[in-house]
Antibody, heavy 121, light 110 residues
Framework: QLQLQESGPGLLKPSETLSLTCTVS??????????WGWIRQPPGKGLEWIGN???????YYDPSLKSRVTISIDTTKNQFSLKLRSVTAADTAVYYC?????????????WGQGTLVTVSS | QSALTQPPSASGSPGQSVTISCTGT?????????VSWYQQHPGKAPKLMIS???ERPSGVPDRFSGSKSGNTASLTVSRLQAEDEADYYC??????????FGGGTKLTVL
């Protein structure tokens, strides 16, 4: 059974860089059929897609976050990572990693449990 | 791009049916059959319930069904059960390598 687990600091100060890692177990991150994505959910609010990455390193990003986001992948560790620069309180959210099928079908089928990141001075 | 539009809340009694709408534009919901629906219980990760407008993944009860007409997709939950009480989110491919989610609908089983 595929499992995803987010890890990283839970508290940041404004202007710092958010760095999270998603470790994939129970399957290889090298898979022709899937991308690996990040989604966030501000407290009490809806889901927001951040972006994703293919095992080759190809990425897609949400246009509104593109200037601050970098997603990378380490196939040797079966991990992929998120960096979000210059954070503000508006970036406070639960951050999820997920396996994303990009094409047919088009969906997120496996999710991590999520990790809360709080931005506060 | 704006999030897809969902009603904030919906409700129904056990055994009844309820339908949740997800309205977008011809550039997202209306332009592709790439609408999916997710169920989220409090404090939990979202769970895929419907893919590609109306496809039910293995293990999802057949009480859940999806459809689309024009720029609006819908999720119907039939024969409501207490465990169906959760937040539901729609998602769609939005063109230009972008993905949108809806604002979410809180389903209450009365």
């Amino acid at each position: 059974q595929l499992q995803l687990q987010e890890s990283g600091p839970g508290l940041l100060k404004p202007s710092e860089t958010l760095s999270l890692t998603c470790t994939v177990s129970g399957g290889s991150i090298i898979n022709n059929n899937y991308y690996w994505g990040w989604i966030r959910q501000p407290p009490g609010k809806g889901l927001e897609w951040i972006g994703n990455i293919y095992y080759s390193g190809s990425t897609y990003y949400d246009p509104s976050l593109k200037s601050r986001v970098t997603i990378s992948i380490d196939t040797t560790k079966n991990q992929f990572s998120l960096k979000l620069r210059s954070v503000t309180a508006a970036d406070t959210a639960v951050y999820y990693c997920a396996r994303q099928s990009w094409g047919t079908p088009f969906h997120f089928d496996y999710w991590g449990q999520g990790t809360l990141v709080t931005v506060s001075s | 791009q704006s999030a897809l539009t969902q009603p904030p809340s919906a409700s129904g009694s056990p055994g009844q049916s309820v339908t949740i709408s997800c309205t977008g534009t011809s550039s997202d919901v209306g332009g592709y059959n790439y609408v999916s629906w997710y169920q989220q219980h409090p404090g939990k990760a979202p769970k895929l319930m419907i893919s590609e407008v109306s496809e039910r993944p293995s293990g999802v009860p057949d009480r859940f069904s999806g459809s689309k007409s024009g720029n609006t997709a819908s999720l119907t939950v039939s024969r409501l059960q207490a465990e169906d009480e959760a937040d539901y989110y729609c998602s769609s491919y939005a063109g230009s390598d972008n993905v949108l989610f809806g604002g979410g609908t809180k389903l209450t089983v009365l």
